[in-house]
């Protein structure tokens, strides 16, 4: 058996492991549980898709051993299949006018990936609603338990919480686990690049642009939320929170490239990231400014940076 192979077959055994330490309920396992995609994705910007498959079957044929179909399947759906997507996508390449290797742009992976997210997430609540769960109420009853088990008591202000939480705890859940899935890509895209093992070179967040479509799924995810009621409307809501998650990275996008202008670019975006933390509203602020880049282009057609404003 060559090197290639015993290596993806262990990335993929280390996934594994990574997603079964869940079951053991510490703390720290559900911490270490997030970078189960890392392994894959090490391999995957590193050796590309084919050692990536190798690597997914290995992981997922161990967690049919050892705990069968739902922690496999759980698996496949959570960790392996995105990341095989996620690489794919990343490392398709076409030759531009210059002759140069041309790579699918961030922004489209973005959206497509959040597209996916939501698509899941549909199924699951559709899925749930279709056996006559009232989602709303499970998910009340589920935090709740959860309030209590961490020994909480249940005061009228936490009684509001988890009104307010419920209202888009899938669309939180969704966006947790994107927000995991991009950050495990950008630290192996990092890691590779330091070793100078990289298939791709790392895009820069100020060059990020949205594919028409995403301000179109947006959209129709919102209209549907005034045409529909009940459970439809719950999934609506939550499922146009998913898709707007996008546009919050394009007005990130925006700011870093405005950032660029100025000499002191790491403090402007301390000092920015700083306020939008102790600021919830900030993000909405930013998501909304995203829409409107999207919408009128304010960087222009090329991205303004430090080096491409010098080169003027």
Same mark, same amino acid.
Request: aromatic share 8%; no cysteine.
């Given at each position: 058996m060559s090197r290639d192979i015993l290596t993806s077959i262990g990335a993929g055994l280390g996934s594994a492991l990574l997603f079964f330490l869940v079951l053991t309920g510490h703390p720290l396992a559900l911490l270490l549980s997030?970078?189960?995609?890392?392994?894959?994705?090490?391999?995957g910007l590193w050796r590309g898709p084919k050692s990536l498959l190798v690597a997914a079957t290995a992981a997922c044929s161990a967690l049919m051993l050892l705990g069968g179909l739902l922690p496999f399947t759980v698996y496949l759906i959570v960790f392996a299949g995105p990341a095989m997507l996620l690489t794919r996508m990343v490392l398709v390449t076409r030759m531009n006018a210059a002759g140069q290797p041309d790579y699918v742009q961030p922004g489209i992976v973005v959206g497509t990936m959040a597209v996916v997210v939501a698509l899941m997430m549909v199924i699951i609540l559709g899925g749930a609603s279709a056996e006559g769960l009232d989602i709303q109420e499970f998910i009340k009853q589920f935090l709740g338990a959860m309030y209590s088990e961490m020994g909480v008591p249940m005061t009228s202000d936490v009684e509001n919480v988890i009104a307010t939480f419920q209202l888009y705890f899938p669309a939180v859940a969704a966006l947790s686990w994107l927000l995991m899935l991009l950050v495990n890509a950008i630290i192996a895209q990092a890691i590779l690049v330091r070793a100078g093992k990289n298939l791709r070179p790392t895009p820069e967040l100020a060059s990020m642009a949205l594919p028409g479509w995403s301000m179109f799924a947006f959209a129709l995810a919102g209209a549907s939320i005034a045409f529909t009621d009940g459970n439809l409307a719950y999934m609506a809501r939550n499922v146009a929170v998913v898709l707007a998650a996008p546009f919050l990275l394009q007005g990130l996008a925006l700011?870093?490239?405005?950032?660029?202008?100025?000499?002191?670019?790491?403090? @402007?975006l301390t000092v920015f990231y700083i306020v939008a933390v102790l600021s919830s509203w900030s993000f909405v602020a930013?998501?909304?400014?995203?829409? @409107?880049?999207?919408?009128?282009?304010?960087?222009g057609n090329q991205p303004m940076t430090r080096g491409n404003e010098e080169d003027r």
């Open positions: 997030y970078f189960g995609h890392l392994p894959l994705l090490l391999l700011v870093h490239g405005q950032a660029a202008r100025w000499p002191q670019k790491n403090m @402007v930013v998501t909304g400014l995203g829409i @409107v880049e999207h919408l009128i282009r304010l960087r």
